[in-house]
């Protein structure tokens, strides 16, 4: 006798009743509040989605900089990411252990030194960012088009 299968975990939003329903008016208010609730909500499918991968959030970020901007260096990752540089040195050793990535002299500043996705790196890459993207449209499905760029435009203004 098999044991019973355990459904996977899906983004379920519950609406309480009436009379279960709390007073939210100040919270809705505030922006943190609104930017966490909406994050929670991609965060979790991101998370199921991206155990395929063996990525979490930041894993993924510091792939797909690196297929965007091959040999970049340490620094620029952590100041683009606002990561702290002991974080990143042992997701890097994960990545480079992985073999995903692979660390060689920069082209320009003899010091340091680049980072290049491999050819399983750039592969695994180009796979996540796809199922990303895929996440993020049915995710934002109720906002139009135009509604999903200004609300993308509106949260970077927060924080570049």
């Given amino acids: 006798m098999t044991a019973p ?24 208010s505030l922006v943190g509040y609104n930017a966490r609730r909406a994050w929670l909500t991609v965060s979790t499918v991101f998370a199921e989605r991206m155990t395929v991968y063996g990525l979490k959030q930041v894993d993924f970020s ?4 690196l297929a965007h901007n091959p040999g970049a260096t340490s620094r620029q990752l952590c100041a683009t990411l606002d ?15 992985r073999g995903l990535i692979e660390r060689r002299p920069h082209p320009y500043d003899g010091r340091a030194i680049g980072l290049y996705l ?19 449209n049915e995710a934002s499905a109720r906002l139009t088009a135009r509604e999903r760029e200004t609300l ?3 949260l970077q203004k927060i924080y570049l």
């Fill in 5 to 28: 299968r355990k459904k996977a975990a899906t983004a379920i939003t519950t609406h309480p009743t009436r009379s279960e329903r709390l007073d939210t008016q100040m919270l809705e």
């Fill in 62 to 65: 510091v792939l797909s900089l």
């Fill in 83 to 97: 990561i702290l540089p002991p974080n990143l040195v042992n997701l890097i050793s994960t990545m480079d252990g």
């Fill in 118 to 136: 491999t050819p399983a790196g750039e592969t695994l890459v180009r796979e996540a960012e796809r199922t990303v993207v895929e996440l993020e």
């Fill in 152 to 154: 993308i435009r509106l």
